[in-house]
């Protein structure tokens, strides 16, 4: 089993940074990708960022150039470093981890990965 917890969230100007952690423990040592997912409120869960070990990145247009994601591998923990922030921004961010051996996945999709942490609210004020 992999724990993961998030961190960092919480209410910053539009404009504004804010910068994401997610800790991984357990059963950590066949991790492959970790991914950050947000929903808003009434909708679906939508990709963010990912990383594929050992540092291939993953973003949608909708963050692509303001967020940034990274892989501390000493203390197990992914950052989602975000600049630039709009108030479309909003919602509750959450970090995803991928067992498993190989390439072969849809980094995008939230099925592919195997654990997720509780989330942290971003809220981006206008």
């Known amino acids: 089993q992999v724990q993961l917890v998030e961190s960092g969230g919480g209410l910053v100007q539009a404009g504004g940074s804010l910068r994401l952690s997610c800790g991984a423990s357990?059963?950590?040592?066949?991790?492959?990708?970790m991914g950050w997912f947000r929903q808003a409120p009434g909708k679906e869960r939508e990709f963010v960022a990912a990383?594929?070990?050992?540092?291939?990145?993953y973003y949608p247009s909708s963050v692509k150039g303001r967020f940034t994601i990274s892989r501390d591998n000493a203390k197990n923990t992914v950052r989602l470093q975000m600049n630039s922030l709009k108030p479309e921004d909003t919602a509750v961010y959450y970090c995803?981890?991928?067992?498993?051996?190989?390439?072969?996945?849809?980094?995008?999709?939230?099925?592919?990965?195997?654990?997720w942490g509780q989330g942290t609210q971003v809220t981006v004020s206008s």
């Open positions: 990383i594929r070990w050992p540092s291939v990145t």
């Open positions: 995803a981890a991928l067992r498993g051996a190989g390439y072969n996945y849809d980094y995008s999709a939230p099925a592919t990965y195997d654990y």
């Open positions: 357990g059963s950590t040592f066949n991790i492959n990708a």
